[in-house]
């Protein structure tokens, strides 16, 4: 086959075609040249007048009407040829989808296109047509619709010859599993619990089928009140769709969102504020800008020395000299909970003053600070691990300050049960959480052990325990101090006293500060439970309230006489011991 372009039109035709019309062509051009001669030698026409305009415009037109005549036959089509279209399947889709009487009612559109003509026309049924057209090169595109709807399509192309009977096979797509008369319903609706099941039937035997609908789960929404920065939310979840009610719910607080303190640049009060709505809440400090210098630069005295700095209160230090990171520290210590490492507590010229008596941007302060202390290797206490820091303190009783930075969670009792282990535990900067995730007490004291939770560390019980938080057994002591908290242990245990600490015979707890509440038991002692006549306990500072019990003793619980105390007890109500105390009810 030859393929010519001329003015933007690309016709195909065949070889014979094209040598028949250019045959025609070069007759036409002898048979013009012959007749000019004659006409010349029988002195018809002279040949002045064949050299005249006239006669050389003449000639031209005659040469151009035979060449678009020669065109017009090759290019233009003015041959035809039969074109016969045969309709087949695709892949494992058979066609004619005769068996259900679809073939019958199918119509068609038929569109053949080339460069130069665009012919359409309809069919109806059958899988055969023949239409006679222009020879040429075509594009062939059907459309197939039952009942006014599309239901298959299919594309190819042909090149047509005068002549011949040209066949082209159309491969026809059924556009889906469905046909038009299909019937989709939903036989079982979805729920928030249950799936749901869709049913399609269809003529096609196999079409027929059925497909689950996933279940839509609860769309919940909560109904009450919302926690608020220093008071807990309660309410509970219900669903949007369906009746679903949750459980009452009790969020905790959600606790002050502070600005950022701005930058010092001048000795001043700053004053910043709760970002939470509806709170006023607010924090103050006092900026006072001294100078320290260490007595001896070359060899600095850690133990009382003065360095350069900037003290605010509390009291922080711009340009630390010395700080220190979670880890297991020997010894015991008590750094700044505010990472500055230094006392409350400054001197001068003999006489003490307290942080917030600073008023001077001049003053030269000298400033007691706690020397530093060896800290054991991250290979053997790793930071932040509660359990390896106890492991290695069992194993080598002594004297230990555990310093965190982090919250911590356990599933394990820790046990401090050798004799001469005493262990601190200090929160560095912030409060840090020290979290029992399953039932048992956190730390379980025995063997003359000693533990003291101090500033920032919050030890905080499971809902669904069985014993209290910290066991004191014979011999042991258990001290708080500073900021300190237990909170949020539940003791359900039957026969388990004591919802915070149990101070059992022989055993001893001195308070010196923090907090313990928001601990309950079903039993006696939802604060603290003395076990025994010989269960030693003191108070100095530190406050118990908002525990419960639902025996006797929502704060303490004496089983010596079975003495209890149900309200609170502050920061000032001083206990020295037991026995002299004389508040119970």
């Not at 009612?105 to 080339?114: G, M």
């Not at 269809?202 to 919302?226: A, M, N, Q, T, Y």
């Not at 350069?308 to 630390?320: L, R, W």
Request: overall charge negative; some cysteine; charged content about 15%.
């Amino acid at each position: 086959m030859i393929k010519t372009r001329k003015n933007l039109f690309e016709c195909t035709f065949s070889q014979t075609q094209l040598a028949a019309n250019n045959f025609n062509l070069i007759s036409l051009y002898i048979f013009m040249l012959c007749y000019i001669m004659e006409l010349k030698r029988s002195k018809r026409i002279a040949m002045s007048s064949l050299n005249s305009p006239f006669y050389r415009n003449l000639v031209l037109l005659i040469l151009i009407l035979l060449t678009f005549s020669a065109c017009t036959n090759n290019f233009m089509g003015g041959e035809e040829g039969i074109i016969s279209i045969n309709l087949g399947g695709r892949s494992k889709l058979p066609w004619p989808p005769n068996d259900y009487g679809i073939l019958e009612q199918l119509e068609y559109k038929i569109v053949l296109t080339s460069n130069i003509r665009k012919i359409e026309f309809p069919a109806k049924g059958g899988t055969n047509f023949k239409r006679t057209v222009p020879v040429g090169f075509y594009n062939i595109n059907i459309d197939a619709f039952y009942k006014g709807k599309l239901y298959s399509t299919g594309t190819n192309s042909i090149i047509v010859e005068a002549g011949r009977n040209n066949t082209v096979t159309i491969p026809m797509n059924n556009l889906g599993l469905i046909c038009p008369d299909c019937e989709v319903k939903i036989s079982n609706h979805p729920t928030c619990d249950e799936e749901g099941l869709e049913e399609i039937n269809c003529i096609f035997k196999d079409h027929i089928s059925k497909r689950v609908i996933d279940k839509l789960g609860h769309e919940l929404i909560w109904e009450g009140e919302e926690a608020t920065c220093t008071t807990s939310g309660t309410g509970k979840y219900i669903c949007k769709i369906c009746d679903y009610i949750g459980n009452i719910t009790t969020t905790g607080s959600l606790g002050h969102y502070m600005q950022p303190w701005p930058s010092m640049t001048k000795v001043e009060t700053q004053t910043i504020y709760c970002q939470r709505d509806n709170c006023n809440h607010s924090d103050e400090r006092r900026i006072v800008y001294v100078t320290f210098e260490f007595d001896n630069p070359s060899q600095p005295d850690y133990t009382n020395y003065i360095v350069a700095g900037t003290v605010i209160t509390p009291p922080i230090i711009q340009q630390k000299s010395y700080e220190y990171t979670a880890g297991l520290y020997e010894e015991s210590f008590v750094p700044n909970p505010n990472a500055i490492w230094l006392q409350d507590q400054w001197s001068l010229n003999g006489a003490t003053f307290i942080s917030e008596s600073l008023t001077s941007d001049t003053t030269t302060l000298k400033v007691f600070r706690i020397a530093p202390h060896t800290r054991i290797a991250d290979n053997i206490v790793q930071p932040n691990n509660v359990v390896t820091a106890v492991n290695h303190v069992n194993t080598n009783a002594a004297t230990y300050t555990l310093l965190i930075d982090s919250n911590l969670d356990t599933n394990q009792i820790l046990y401090l049960n050798v004799f001469g282990v005493n262990l601190t535990i200090i929160g560095l900067i912030d409060e840090r959480t020290i979290t029992k995730n399953e039932q048992g007490s956190l730390f379980v004291l025995s063997s003359g052990a000693k533990l003291t939770i101090g500033d920032n560390v919050i030890l905080k019980g499971n809902t669904n325990n069985n014993v209290a938080l910290i066991q004191v057994n014979n011999t042991c002591t258990f001290i708080m101090t500073g900021t300190s908290m237990i909170t949020g242990n539940i003791n359900s245990g039957g026969m388990g006293q004591g919802g915070g600490v149990n101070v059992a015979e022989g055993g001893t707890f001195n308070m010196q500060g923090g907090t313990i509440s928001g601990n309950q038991t079903t039993n006696n002692g939802g604060g603290v439970f003395f076990a025994s006549e010989e269960s030693n306990f003191s108070k100095s500072g530190g406050v118990i309230e908002d525990n419960t019990a639902d025996g006797s003793g929502a704060q303490l619980f004496w089983a010596f006489g079975s003495l209890s105390r149900d309200t609170s007890l502050g920061a000032n109500d001083d206990i020295i011991d037991l026995n002299s105390f004389n508040d119970w009810y």
